[in-house]
């Protein structure tokens, strides 16, 4: 087989494998449905991320919104990365044992979710190994179109997800510290970046306009989960994520910093994980650094290892990545896998287990937040059955997180439900101009204690209808609450309250300072 042929027959084993992996019996995440509905509210940025994603999830809504619809483009895209390194091994004269080598990452390491899972991580790693990319084939050919490859590829990568800015900052800062005049005296890299800038700019037009809430998600990262890393962590995720193919990034990341030619490739890789570290970020928002450094690595290794050796990396690959599925993807329901993890302690040792809250659980978060989510549509759907057609014409259907608002209006349409809402990350800007002309608030919250706090008495009648019972979902304990007859007080205070959630998001925590808050009860309306 001729190279460049094993390299999309790799590339297409790499897009079909996932499915083949997990099992059917898991629904969407969380954070995807976050995204297909941000698809329903098209514009040039959330809360939370960039626009770029809400342009596949607009296409997953399109195409009916089924599982396979969500999980195509991270499977596809992790597939066209891969053609991106397969094609640099082949420009830095690798063959076949390299383009399988510079593989085995992409399906035995965290690549394997990553590309599983429709979140901006999959598009950051494309953008992060394009714009590289395209750096490279300048530095081989001399061509300005590959600058423009990696201006356009920053571009879209700020249009993902904003940690493109650290990588281009370490490649930056790599060109500088290589004193790399090739690619700095070109003009064509300085337009290059400007039009990266240009396609990124509605983005930055919408965060002013908004007040720059991502600053505000950013801190709300910070206070909840960030400050709890460390960089000990952060420095032992980075060996554990690729530790199937050590071998291959090292030596990549040993051949650039030799190489004067690609040495701003190192450079950046230092830099950015040095930046990360310094920010507390989370382990996985380095990994778009990886792809090129398998790229440098597999040819290295073809040339210098002995057939012996070859077949030695290749097994050893295989039999680490055979270890990591399990933790990677959920190949069996949600309580075999639980008892999987009892009897195979990896997932512990590895710290698989452990949630945001810093405990250790029965199955890893990502999974824990892939269940429930139809369970927890058909009682809301039971609920508003119960009610009179007049009943149903003045109800708010209101949720704690926007878990839950997504998963009522993803599943929603097909029991018969309205729209939800709820004040929770980009949710905040959908709620209808009218929110507070209810008189039956259905409410459902992840607060076990909802019925202690005071709020609760401005209604007539506040029965918890149903709750979720699922040992191994995010979502167990949750509270179906059927609030009926609100007061005026209650009505005035819940848009009093939306008022400050929204002011909250641009004055980045000046709204702590007010206490006027009604509703403040430091629980999940609060």
């Given at each position: 087989m001729k190279p460049i042929?094993?390299?999309?027959?790799?590339?297409?084993?790499?897009?079909?494998?996932?499915?083949?992996?997990?099992?059917?019996?898991?629904?969407?995440?969380?954070d995807e449905l976050l995204y297909l509905a941000e698809a329903r509210h098209m514009t040039w940025g959330y809360m939370e991320a960039p626009p770029l994603l809400s342009v596949f999830a607009w296409l997953t809504n399109l195409l009916g919104g089924a599982m396979w619809a969500i999980k195509i483009w991270p499977s596809l895209v992790g597939a066209m990365t891969y053609v991106l390194v397969g094609r640099l091994v082949l420009h830095l004269g690798g063959r076949w044992f390299a383009l399988v080598l510079a593989w085995m990452p992409f399906v035995?390491?965290?690549?394997?979710?990553?590309?599983?899972?429709?979140?901006?991580?999959?598009?950051?790693?494309?953008?992060?190994?394009?714009?590289a990319?395209?750096?490279?084939?300048?530095?081989?050919t001399g061509r300005s179109v590959h600058l423009y490859v990696a201006g356009v590829s920053f571009g879209l990568g700020m249009l993902a997800k904003y940690t493109m800015?650290?990588?281009?900052?370490?490649?930056?800062?790599?060109?500088?510290?290589?004193?790399?005049?090739?690619?700095?005296?070109?003009r064509h890299f300085y337009y290059a970046i400007g039009l990266g800038l240009l396609l990124f700019l509605?983005?930055?037009l919408w965060e002013a306009r908004h007040g720059f809430p991502i600053v505000y998600h950013m801190k709300t990262l910070q206070d909840n989960q960030l400050q709890y890393l460390s960089a000990w962590t952060f420095l032992k995720?980075?060996?554990?994520?690729?530790?199937?193919?050590?071998?291959?990034?090292?030596?990549?990341?040993?051949?650039?910093?030799?190489?004067?030619?690609y040495r701003f490739v190192a450079w950046a890789f230092i830099v950015t994980l040095a930046l990360l570290v310094i920010g507390h970020g989370k382990s996985y928002y380095s990994q778009g650094a990886y792809p090129i450094l398998f790229a440098m690595g597999a040819p290295r290794l073809e040339a210098w290892a002995d057939k012996w050796w070859k077949i030695g990396?290749?097994?050893?690959?295989?039999?680490?990545?055979?270890?990591?599925?399990?933790?990677?993807?959920?190949?069996k329901g949600p309580a075999p896998l639980a008892d999987y993890y009892v009897h195979h302690p990896l997932a512990r040792k590895v710290g698989a287990l452990r949630w945001e809250d810093q405990q250790d659980h029965s199955l890893p978060q990502d999974f824990a937040d892939m269940l429930s989510w139809e369970e927890l549509t058909q009682k809301v759907a039971r609920a508003y059955g119960s009610l009179d057609s007049t009943e149903k014409a003045h109800t708010l259907l209101f949720c704690d997180n926007y878990g839950e608002a997504g998963a009522l209006n993803y599943y929603g349409p097909k029991y018969h439900l309205p729209l939800a809402y709820s004040d929770n990350a980009s949710f905040l800007y959908w709620m209808p101009p009218?929110?507070?002309?209810?008189?039956?608030?259905l409410l459902v919250t992840d607060d076990k204690q909802e019925m202690q706090h005071r709020f609760i008495k401005e209604f007539k009648s506040v029965p918890v209808v149903d709750s979720i019972a699922n040992p191994y979902a995010r979502e167990d304990g949750t509270l179906i609450i059927l609030l009926k007859g609100s007061s005026d007080a209650f009505r005035k205070a819940f848009r009093i309250k939306i008022d400050l959630d929204k002011l909250k998001t641009t004055a980045h925590g000046a709204v702590q300072e007010l206490k006027s808050n009604p509703l403040d009860k430091g629980g999940s309306m609060h």
């Open positions: 042929r094993l390299l999309y027959f790799l590339a297409l084993i790499k897009l079909i494998v996932p499915f083949l992996i997990q099992s059917p019996v898991w629904g969407p995440h969380r035995t390491g965290a690549w394997l979710r990553m590309h599983f899972l429709f979140q901006p991580n999959f598009l950051d790693i494309f953008c992060w190994t394009a714009m990319y395209g750096l490279i084939r300048f530095q081989q800015a650290f990588y281009a900052t370490g490649l930056l800062a790599g060109l500088l510290l290589s004193r790399d005049k090739k690619i700095l005296a070109n509605p983005n930055l995720d980075q060996l554990l994520y690729n530790v199937a193919t050590l071998f291959t990034w090292v030596t990549g990341l040993i051949w650039a910093a030799r190489t004067k030619q990396m290749l097994a050893f690959s295989l039999f680490i990545g055979i270890l990591l599925i399990p933790l990677l993807l959920p190949f009218d929110y507070d002309q209810f008189d039956v608030l």
